[in-house]
Structure formats: C-alpha cells, structure tokens
C-alpha cells in the first residue's frame, strides 16, 4: 500500500496515480480536524490561492507540462478541463467544482481510502512504506519540524499571497470592458458526450480563437488614466500592512509578489507587471489605458470574479478603501479578500531525486510545493510522477523519471539538480529544458519545436514502460468512471 500524506493537488494526483496502477493507497489528510488559516472546506485538492493553472499553449512552458500530463493521465487536468471557465489563452477553474470533483473521484475509487486526522511525524518505513509527503505550503508545525530533522537542517520559506474576489453584480459595468489580451481566446477540442479533451493530440492541441470572442472577450477590463493610476500607486504604498508573524524576515516568491511590495519598487512597476494594458484598447475612447486591472471570473456561475495579479498583504480595511479606487469597483462587495500565508520547502537539491525519492530512504518520497516547486500545475506533476513511482516500489519495480527533454523530467531535474546553495522554488520554464540541437531563430517556433520533441519523447517513454504501471490511464475502474457533474 503507498501512505501519502496531503490531500492537496500533488497529493490528489499521487493517490490517483498510484490506485489506476493497481496499488491501494491511504490518504492521510489533517482537515477539517486540524484547519490550516487559509482553506475553508475539507475538500481535496482545495484552490485557496488564484483559480488559473496559467497558460494552456505549446508555445509556454506550463502549458506543454500540462499537455504532458494530460497524455499521463492527470486527473486535475482532467477535472480542469471539464470546469473551466474563460480565461483567454489560460486554464482557469471554477474553483468549488474543481475541488468536489477531486474529491468525488478520489472518494469513488475502491483503491483509495481517506483517513481525516495529522500525522505530526514522518513514520518509518516500518509503519509506512512507501510514503509520499505532500503536505503542501502549510505542514502543520509538528511534521514541519520532524521533516527539517530528518533533511539536516531548517526548512527554507517565503510567503505566498492571495488576490481578492469581487461579487460579479456589484462591479460597474458602464466602466469596465471586456476583452482578451490581444483577443485572445483558447477552445480545447473535445471527445463528443465527454467534455474531455482527447489522449492522442496532435503537438498543437488548443483552438487559438482571433479576434473578439462572443461575448466580447473572457476577462473584464478596469481602465485607468494617468491621474487615477497616481493616485491609486500613492494609495497603495500608504496603506497599512497586515502583521506577518513568526518570521523575522519576509521573503516572497518573486512569481506571485503582493501589489504593495511592487508598488515600492517604483511608479511604474505595476504598469508594466499585472497592470499593463498591452494589447487592450477600450471601445469607449478608441486608446490604449494607461493601466488596467483585469478581473478573471472566477467559478462558472458567472457571479464572482477574482482580481489578476492582485496578491496582497493589506489589512483588510485598508483592501476596502485602496481597491473601491479602481474604476468599477468604487461600490464592490469582496466576497473575500487578499491575504498571506506561510509557504515552507525543502532544499531539493539537497534531499531529492529525479524520481522524488529521497537520496537517504527511497521508500520516501515528497511532492507538492512542500517538495520545492512552485505553481498549481508543477505541484501536481510532481504528486504524478511520485505517485507512479510509489507505485512501481511498490510492485519492486524501479522508479523512473521521465527524460529531461521533457517539461515533467526537467522539473524533476531541476528540483534534485539546481544549485542548493542558492536555490528557490521554481515554476516549469523552457530554460531549464535541454536546448535543441539546431533550433529555428524564431522564438515562438523554437518553443514549439521544443514542445514537439518532448512529447514525442514523453510517447516513447510512455511506451517502454511497464503495462499496467505506466499506462497512462485516466479514468478509474468502471464501476468509477471517474468525475460526474
């Protein structure tokens, strides 16, 4: 039986991929029986930062791990998939659906128990053998200290930030306008009856829709000039922060820094990071803004939408005052606000394989962003590529990773490879892929022809595998087809 601890999405992922090869596994999960300062539903797999999985094109680097995954047999792709919402040329979720369908489908399988309650240390392998930790950002104190133990020295830790959500019917709609970057809008192609995409994509899966989409565009746009965007960086900068404990210094992931840690870093960083408005125009006055704040629905009703690139560490009150600034948003109702949290790592480097195998107790494995990744998606990559290798411990066969070339062996690299003296939490880049051996010139088409080669390499890796342990099967036995909405 594989033991995993964390039900998040590396966690999901890991059980799912372990059961569909055959293995029982128990998922360990502390909540609701310990609550953590930021989930507020016992689901799996819950979202409690932003609801995008980003960028969904073989032309960026997480978009082709996410095509990766997809031909492995991710359920969270899967059930991304099935609860999208528009979101340009990005995957994004309905966030409440998303999560009951993970837990759906983890609770329906035969093969997967779920014990609610913490496990405060790492059991020998005695107890638990193999063991997957995927504990997520916010391992409860007593693991987190048995965890730095066991690697010889502290956990490493930034914090993370989450952006508010307005109420849909309370935005100003005479203001806002709504538009896709460039107008761009991603359609993915699916099976008929299924609402799933199909395993056998071609290299370029996703319908890249031009122009204007029909209902004018998948994000609502809140137009700034000059004055007001002034006036709003002077707001930010003022305003009070909320205490962060426990810490003495804050460092945050530099892929998700909060609006007010940009703001002092100059007038003009937020114009030019979340708040640029290239490849906007609004309809009213024919002109590009000055700046824009872009709003992402966030769930499929349509009735909530979450501010882009807006993490924060504001008091609350001062979030109520500071965001009623915005164009549109001067009579909002925030059905939450922006907060932080505590995120704890291990230094890969240092502790792990490419395999996620600890370099001291095989049988141990971490994933997740407990693990030293960062991001939705490469969390769940890494609770895959465990979970199958778990898995084949499990049968006695040897772990393997998947080959560098591609975007789900490179992360894995990266994370036992990258340089421990100085290392952070990384998203999937394509610079940390090996480089082709007579690339085109073209940016774009180099990105491409990366993306080709890894999945033709993910094939035939797919292809030596084992039968039954690497098969890439997506849906559960078929009594359990898996998610039902």
């Known amino acids: 039986m594989v033991h995993i601890i964390g039900g998040g999405l590396a966690g999901s992922e890991a059980a799912w991929q372990a059961a569909s090869a055959g293995v029982p596994v128990t998922i360990h999960e502390m909540r609701p029986v310990?609550?953590?300062?930021?989930?507020?539903?016992?689901?799996?797999?819950?979202?409690?930062?932003?609801?995008?999985?980003?960028?969904?094109?073989?032309?960026?680097?997480?978009?082709?791990?996410?095509?990766?995954?997809?031909?492995?047999?991710?359920?969270?792709?899967?059930?991304?998939?099935?609860?999208?919402?528009?979101a340009g040329a990005a995957l994004a979720v309905d966030r409440e659906l998303?999560?009951?369908?993970?837990?759906?489908?983890?609770?329906?399988?035969?093969?997967?128990?779920?014990?609610?309650?913490?496990?405060?240390?790492?059991?020998?392998?005695?107890?638990?053998?193999?063991?997957?930790?995927?504990?997520?950002?916010?391992?409860?104190?007593?693991?987190?200290?048995?965890?730095?133990?066991?690697?010889g020295r502290q956990h490493l830790a930034f914090f993370d930030a989450i952006s508010p959500i307005v109420l849909a019917e309370t935005i100003d709609m005479d203001k806002v306008f709504r538009q896709s970057r460039w107008d761009r809008s991603l359609r993915r192609p699916v099976q008929e009856g299924t609402g799933v995409a199909p395993q056998d994509l071609s290299p370029q899966p996703l319908i890249e829709a031009e122009g204007p989409s029909e209902n004018g565009g998948d994000y609502l746009n809140c137009p700034f000039t000059k004055e007001e965007y002034d006036a709003f960086h002077a707001a930010i900068v003022s305003a009070e922060k909320a205490a962060v404990h426990d810490f003495d210094s804050t460092k945050f992931f530099e892929g998700?820094?909060?609006?007010?840690?940009?703001?002092?870093?100059?007038?003009?960083?937020?114009?030019?990071?979340?708040?640029?408005?290239?490849?906007?125009?609004?309809?009213?006055?024919?002109?590009?803004?000055?700046?824009?704040?872009?709003?992402?629905?966030?769930?499929?009703?349509g009735d909530h939408f979450s501010l882009v690139g807006f993490q924060t560490q504001l008091k609350w009150g001062e979030?109520?005052?500071?965001?009623?600034?915005?164009?549109?948003?001067?009579?909002?109702?925030?059905?939450?606000?922006?907060?932080?949290?505590?995120?704890?790592?291990?230094?890969?480097?240092?502790?792990?394989?490419?395999?996620?195998?600890?370099?001291?107790?095989?049988?141990?494995?971490?994933?997740?962003?407990?693990?030293?990744?960062?991001?939705?998606?490469e969390s769940a990559a890494s609770g895959l590529i465990a979970g199958r290798?778990?898995?084949?411990?499990?049968?006695?066969?040897?772990?393997?990773?998947?080959?560098?070339?591609?975007?789900?062996?490179?992360?894995?690299?990266?994370?036992?490879?990258?340089?421990?003296r100085h290392y952070d939490p990384s998203n999937i880049t394509f610079g940390i892929i090996p480089p082709l051996a007579d690339p085109p010139k073209s940016r774009q088409e180099r990105q491409l022809a990366t993306s080709a080669r890894a999945l033709s390499d993910l094939a035939g890796w797919i292809e030596k595998m084992t039968p039954g342990v690497l098969s890439g099967a997506s849906k559960g036995p078929e009594e359990t087809p898996g998610v039902i909405f």
Request: hydrophobic share 40%; charged share 25%; glycine share 8%.
């Open 34 to 86: 310990v609550p953590t300062a930021v989930h507020k539903t016992d689901k799996l797999a819950e979202l409690v930062c932003s609801n995008s999985f980003r960028g969904d094109k073989l032309d960026n680097a997480v978009g082709l791990l996410k095509e990766e995954m997809r031909r492995l047999g991710s359920l969270v792709l899967r059930v991304a998939d099935e609860v999208r919402v528009p």
């Open 98 to 151: 998303f999560s009951e369908g993970i837990t759906r489908a983890i609770q329906s399988h035969p093969l997967i128990r779920v014990e609610r309650g913490e496990v405060p240390r790492l059991p020998p392998s005695s107890e638990m053998s193999p063991l997957i930790v995927a504990t997520g950002p916010l391992t409860s104190s007593a693991l987190s200290a048995d965890i730095a133990a066991f690697v």
């Open 256 to 301: 998700c820094l909060p609006i007010e840690v940009m703001a002092h870093r100059g007038v003009d960083t937020l114009r030019f990071g979340p708040m640029k408005a290239a490849g906007l125009r609004d309809p009213r006055t024919g002109r590009r803004p000055h700046a824009v704040v872009q709003l992402r629905q966030d769930n499929l009703a």
């Open 319 to 377: 979030q109520a005052r500071v965001l009623k600034m915005i164009p549109g948003l001067e009579r909002a109702e925030f059905v939450r606000f922006g907060m932080i949290h505590r995120n704890t790592y291990i230094n890969g480097p240092t502790v792990l394989t490419d395999t996620w195998q600890t370099r001291t107790r095989p049988d141990l494995f971490f994933a997740g962003q407990v693990s030293g990744v960062e991001g939705y998606v």
């Open 389 to 420: 290798n778990a898995a084949r411990l499990a049968q006695g066969l040897r772990p393997e990773a998947p080959p560098r070339t591609t975007a789900i062996g490179a992360l894995g690299y990266y994370v036992s490879h990258a340089d421990s």
